[in-house]
């Protein structure tokens, strides 16, 4: 288990920038409160992964899917991520939504908001991050 305090949301960001870049794992299962941060990790993960697109909460989507053009200089790969947000899904709805395909597909990356609702078909490698709110920007990053 690791910990980091993070004074704002650019330094979140970078610190999901550098975790990306260093490739830890594939699932990433986010939780925290409503307004801690997920959102705000996931694009500073997206773009340690070369990804130049506009991340947003997927709330009201479900699912949303980046094709990762260039990983750690590397030339094009066929490399996925896709950003799910829970939030809105009911436990027993899960099931329709595809995640088993996505999860167990080698070529992705996988970062889920509000994880904790599927954490029983997760794989014991996920990389679990908890991100509490301390005061204002401030927040606690803990990795499992």
Do not use: C
């Not at 990306?20 to 594939?26: D, E, F, N, T, V």
């Not at 009911?90 to 167990?104: A, P, R, V």
């Not at 509000?114 to 794989?123: G, P, Q, R, Y």
Request: charged share 30%; aromatic share 10%; net charge positive.
């Amino acid at each position: 288990m690791k910990k980091y305090l993070t004074k704002s949301d650019e330094e979140t960001r970078q610190l999901a920038f550098n975790i990306a870049r260093q490739s830890l794992g594939k699932i990433f299962a986010l939780s925290g409160d409503l307004g801690a941060g997920k959102t705000t990790f996931s694009q500073g993960f997206a773009k340690g992964l070369g990804i130049k697109d506009k991340i947003i909460s997927p709330t009201f989507v479900l699912i949303k899917q980046y094709e990762i053009v260039r990983l750690h200089k590397l030339p094009k790969t066929k490399k996925m991520l896709y950003h799910v947000d829970l939030y809105r899904v009911e436990s027993e709805n899960i099931k329709g939504l595809g995640i088993d395909e996505i999860l167990f597909d080698s070529n992705n990356f996988v970062l889920i908001e509000w994880a904790e609702k599927i954490e029983k078909i997760l794989s014991k490698e996920t990389i679990k991050i908890n991100i509490e709110i301390i005061k204002d920007t401030k927040r606690l990053i803990t990795i499992f």
